[in-house]
């Protein structure tokens, strides 16, 4: 069985959970919540050396305030609890996105979790919050033009290498799977230009009810599928 090095998650289907079992939709992102943690280990146990979850977009303040706040509410309390795991499980933590739009409180926190477990040796978790991957590219792009107005770098030297070095998962390699909970067929603008050679993997299991076995699933499903990057495997 061969183990993707990185695997990409969008977390989807807590609110139709929780609503599924009568419960708020802000029900269903504290269960993913308390799941997240539980795959994380799982994911690690499994050989995964990196895993990219996807918990707020830039798209996602156009929600009501109430579920807004609530998930607010929630990040405060996973990020705090999450430093504590990541110094148990030794896992190096990476934040992706713009945190400039969150509380400051929250960014403080934020950055605690990051600059507490750099050292650490075990999963590379990286959370996409306030992320949007065209949002990422623009800052790339705004990047690289400062640095070519600056003459540090010509735009005759620039390589979708030195781009890729721009983006915000500069420190990791592409996904070699993409998971998506809870049916939807689409990337929600997720990682557009990192998930170019992604085997994706669809399922209609809602994140809260995703288990190890699920996740089992998705890689022997990986495993079948042959990653040519646009060449082609003779028959023998």
Request: net charge neutral; aromatic share 10%; glycine share 6%.
């Amino acid at each position: 069985m061969r183990i993707p090095q990185h695997v990409a998650i969008i977390l989807d289907g807590n609110g139709r959970w929780a609503k599924s079992k009568g419960m708020p939709r802000n029900y269903g992102h504290s269960r993913g919540a308390k799941n997240l943690e539980v795959i994380c280990e799982d994911a690690y146990n499994i050989g995964i050396k990196y895993l990219t979850v996807y918990l707020f977009s830039t798209e996602n303040w156009k929600r009501s305030k109430e579920e807004v706040d609530g998930l607010m509410r929630l990040f405060r309390s996973y990020t705090k609890t999450c430093i504590k795991t990541a110094q148990k499980n030794n896992m190096k933590v990476r934040v992706l996105g713009d945190p400039t739009a969150l509380d400051p409180d929250l960014q403080e926190s934020l950055k605690k979790l990051v600059d507490s477990s750099k050292d650490n040796t075990g999963l590379n978790f990286q959370i996409a919050i306030n992320y949007g991957s065209r949002d990422e590219i623009v800052r790339a792009i705004r990047h690289l033009a400062t640095d070519c107005l600056d003459g540090r770098v010509k735009p005759e030297e620039i390589t979708e290498e030195m781009f890729s070095g721009y983006l915000d998962t500069r420190e990791v390699p592409d996904p070699d799977l993409l998971i998506r909970t809870s049916g939807e067929l689409r990337l929600s603008n997720y990682l557009m230009w990192q998930l170019a050679y992604t085997e994706f993997y669809f399922t209609d299991i809602p994140w809260p009810a995703f288990t190890k076995e699920n996740l089992w699933q998705a890689i022997e499903k990986y495993n079948k599928r042959e990653r040519r990057y646009g060449g082609v495997i003779e028959e023998k």
